[in-house]
C-alpha cells in the first residue's frame, strides 16, 4: 500500500528539532510520496535541501503563496519564472487567493494567481490552489483560464457540495485533509457523493492536525487519520482508499 501526502510543508521550522524522524516515521507507515508546496524564495534552499536528504520520496513545486504577495511580489514571481527555467518541478504551487488575513491585497493577488497559473500552462504542469475565503474571487479567475491546459489540485478542499462540484469542472481534484475529521468540517457530510476520483490525500503538515491531534503540530505520518476516515465515509479499505488516490496523485502530477 503506498500513500501519497500530496500537500505537506516538511520544510517548515515548526520540524527543526526532528525533521528526519518525522519523515522516516511517515516512511515507515507506507507514506513515501511527499508534494511540497512553496511559500516564497526565502524557502527555497530548505525545499531543495529536503530533496537532496530524501531524493526518492520528495516531489517539490515552486509558486508564490497569496498570504505572500506582498509589495514585493514581482520580485517573487520573477524568483519562481527562475526556477522554473532552472529546473523541473511537478506543480506551481501553492497559488490563490487569501482573503482571511489581508483582503487588502485582493488585486495583486488576482494578479499573481492569474500570472502562475499561466506559467504553469507554458511548463504543461498542474496548480495547487490555496482558497480561504475567496471561493468566489478564485473560480472568477478559473473561469476566465480555463481549458484542457488548466488542472491540478484544490488544495484542503474545505467548501459545500456545489462547490466541490464546480472545482471538478475546473479539472481539479480536491485536496482531502485533517478537516474531514473535524467534528464540525462539514465536508464529511458529503464528501462520499464525490467520486473517488477526484480525491487526493494530503495533511497540510504542520497545520491542520486531523483529529484526535488538532490542536498540535501535524505531521505527514497522520494522513493515516484521514485515510480511516476516507475509508469509514466511502465504505471501502484503506488499501483501496490509498491506491485510487495515490493514482490519482499520478494522474495529476506525472509521476
Known amino acids: 500500500m503506498i500513500i501519497t501526502d500530496t500537500h505537506t510543508h516538511l520544510y517548515s521550522e515548526a520540524f527543526e528539532e526532528d525533521r528526519h524522524e518525522m519523515i522516516n516515521r511517515a516512511i515507515d507507515l507506507g507514506i513515501s510520496r511527499f508534494f511540497i508546496p512553496a511559500i516564497d524564495s526565502t524557502y527555497t ?7 537532496k536528504d530524501f531524493p526518492e520520496h520528495m ?12 509589495e514585493n511580489y514581482k520580485a517573487e514571481l520573477k524568483h519562481v519564472e527562475d526556477m522554473l527555467a532552472a529546473r523541473h518541478f511537478y506543480a506551481v504551487g501553492e497559488i490563490g487567493i487569501d482573503l482571511y488575513w489581508d483582503k487588502s491585497t485582493l488585486e495583486i493577488q488576482k494578479i499573481a494567481f492569474k500570472y502562475q497559473i499561466q506559467l504553469a500552462k507554458q ?13 468566489d474571487e478564485i473560480f472568477e479567475v478559473l473561469e476566465e483560464e480555463k481549458g484542457d491546459d488548466l488542472f491540478g489540485v484544490f488544495h484542503c478542499f474545505t467548501g459545500t457540495l456545489e462547490q466541490a462540484h464546480k472545482a471538478i469542472y475546473y479539472n481539479m481534484k480536491l485536496g482531502i485533509g485533517g478537516v474531514a475529521t473535524f467534528k464540525n468540517g462539514k465536508i464529511d457530510q458529503f464528501l462520499n457523493e464525490i467520486d473517488l476520483k477526484h480525491i487526493v490525500l494530503e495533511t497540510d503538515a504542520p497545520y491542520l492536525s486531523p483529529t ?9 505520518s497522520y494522513i493515516i ?3 480511516e476516515k476516507l475509508s469509514s465515509l466511502y465504505n471501502r479499505s484503506e488499501e483501496d ?12 502530477f506525472g509521476i
Open 45 to 51: 534552499e530548505s525545499m531543495l535541501q529536503l530533496e
Open 225 to 227: 487519520k484521514v485515510l
Open 241 to 252: 482508499i490509498a491506491n485510487i488516490t495515490t493514482q490519482n496523485s499520478k494522474d495529476v
Open 59 to 70: 516531489f517539490l513545486m515552486t509558486g508564490l503563496h497569496p498570504t505572500h504577495v506582498q
Open 123 to 135: 511548463y504543461k504542469l498542474p496548480i495547487v490552489i490555496h482558497c480561504r475565503e475567496a471561493f
Open 212 to 220: 484526535p491531534y488538532r490542536g498540535k503540530r501535524n505531521e505527514s
